[in-house]
T-cell receptor, first 113, second 113 residues
């Protein structure tokens, strides 16, 4: 059982470039989410989804887009990367948001130059 | 507004000593409380959770936490720390009235021999 799989593990971008962080889970979880982790800031929610076709904004959504076409996948898109988006990104899923434990991917370390 | 406060940014303890990590929350609904641990370069792993019932909950790796509603606290404890416990610890709160989890800023634990 793979759990939550994130790719890539590391990425370096130039300012203005676009890219997609991939996230897939094989646990049939309805709830999926993206967090960014910055020193001294903990984990901050970017976007989340409670099921295929449904997405919503979290605490820090600006500069990021998401879509949920299938239950398994929840990609995070950076349309025009900025140095402020340098961070470690985590995808997490659970059966029911807010009440059950989150299963985390291993993270993507992104640097924007 | 919902929030989680972990007042200790960094804690150093000797191996074999007891440990207490503090967590205070602010949440209007009945809280679902979690403690996660993050080893270097890894995603977060659930240590324990509290939903209802007995206010003292046991988790993995010998950790326990006590929910005190009057103090809005959910402190994590371990009677005897092992060197392998060195990691970052996050407190989080969720609720069945919403789909979001809120994380504290984390406490970094160093264990000295």
């Amino acid at each position: 059982n793979a759990g939550v799989t994130q790719t890539p593990k590391f990425q370096v971008l130039k300012t203005g470039q676009s890219m997609t962080l991939q996230c897939a889970q094989d646990m049939n979880h309805e709830y999926m989410s993206w967090y960014r982790q910055d020193p001294g800031m903990g984990l901050r929610l970017i976007h989340y989804s409670v099921g295929a076709g449904i997405t919503d904004q979290g605490e820090v959504p600006n500069g990021y887009n998401v879509s949920r076409s299938t239950t398994e996948d929840f990609p995070l898109r950076l349309l025009s990367a900025a140095p402020s988006q340098t961070s470690v990104y985590f995808c997490a899923s659970t059966r029911t948001g807010g009440v059950e434990k989150l299963f985390f991917g291993s993270g993507t370390q992104l640097s924007v130059l | 507004a919902q929030s989680v406060t972990q007042p200790d940014i960094h804690i150093t303890v000797s191996e074999g000593a007891s440990l207490e990590l503090r967590c205070n929350y602010s949440y209007g609904a009945t809280p679902y409380l979690f403690w996660y641990v993050q080893s270097p370069g890894q995603g977060l792993q659930l240590l324990l959770k509290y939903f209802s019932g007995d206010t003292l909950v046991q988790g993995i790796k010998g950790f326990e936490a006590e929910f005190k509603r009057s103090q809005s606290s959910f402190n994590l404890r371990k009677p005897s720390v092992h060197w392998s416990d060195a990691a970052e610890y996050f407190c989080a709160v969720g609720a069945n009235t919403g789909n979001q989890f809120y994380f504290g800023t984390g406490t970094s634990l160093t264990v000295i021999p």
